[in-house]
Antibody
Framework: QVQLVESGGGLVKPGGSLRLSCTGSGFMLRDYYLSWVRQAPGKGLEWVSHISPSGEETYYGNFVKGRFTVSRDNAKKSLYLQMNSLGVEDTAVYYC??????????????????WGQGTTVTISS | EIVLTQSPLSLPVTPGEPASISCRSSQNLLHGNGKNFLDWYRQKPGQSPQLLIFLGSHRASGVPDRFSGSGSGTDFTLKIRSVEAEDVGIYYCMQALQTQYTFGQGTKLEIK
């Protein structure tokens, strides 16, 4: 069964840090870009970041402003999001999602076709 | 940053009737390879988002054929041929042309 499972969410004070994890199973995680998407309470979806299969390419939403770092460990089939200098505006459910597939013949985009169940991050004093 | 504008934001529909959601982009989403990098997602209450349509018009695996996507460039449409009760939720378009993906505001579909 193809799935992604997030963990690491919790309650953090403003200015604090948190590291989210996402573990994949049922597919070759090392062949895919992976994305983070978040959703603040009662709000819409907001794309956060994504990372290439090798980890060499990383991209972030404008609001990140150097506070977040995405990384991955393909041997552990895992994706991470290190979040620093957290503010109340970062309170959200954070989802990981499978992104672009990269094979020997090239890159293939099929949408964000697999999503985790999400992990909740609450920033409050 | 590419801005996506959806309309309507609220869509009450009678079961069995068709529904249509528009997504307009501030920039052309047609790649040089001829593909439009625009997806549609649905989020049912309390659930994770689910991919419905990718690259403008391709239905994702397992998505019923009553869902269809069309459009090119800056104007896109998601159509539901005959709405069912299970189709309630919030529908989002998302562009993947730029490396910084962006979502539309969402359209809430409810059953009359």
């Amino acid at each position: 069964q193809v799935q992604l499972v997030e963990s690491g969410g919790g309650l953090v004070k403003p200015g604090g840090s948190l590291r989210l994890s996402c573990t994949g199973s049922g597919f070759m995680l090392r062949d895919y870009y992976l994305s983070w998407v978040r959703q603040a309470p009662g709000k819409g979806l907001e794309w956060v970041s994504h990372i290439s299969p090798s980890g060499e390419e990383t991209y972030y939403g404008n609001f990140v402003k150097g506070r977040f770092t995405v990384s991955r460990d393909n041997a552990k089939k895992s994706l991470y999001l290190q979040m620093n200098s957290l503010g109340v505006e970062d309170t959200a459910v954070y989802y990981c999602a499978r992104d672009v597939a990269v094979y020997a013949m090239g890159k293939f985009y099929y949408g964000l076709d697999v999503w985790g169940q999400g992990t909740t991050v609450t920033i409050s004093s | 940053e590419i801005v996506l504008t959806q309309s309507p934001l609220s869509l009450p529909v009678t079961p069995g009737e068709p529904a249509s959601i528009s997504c307009r982009s501030s920039q052309n989403l047609l790649h040089g390879n001829g593909k439009n990098f625009l997806d549609w997602y649905r989020q049912k209450p309390g659930q994770s988002p689910q991919l419905l349509i990718f690259l403008g018009s391709h239905r994702a695996s397992g998505v019923p054929d009553r869902f269809s996507g069309s459009g090119s460039g800056t104007d896109f449409t998601l159509k539901i041929r005959s709405v069912e009760a299970e189709d309630v939720g919030i529908y989002y378009c998302m562009q993947a042309l730029q490396t910084q993906y962006t979502f539309g505001q969402g359209t809430k579909l409810e059953i009359k």
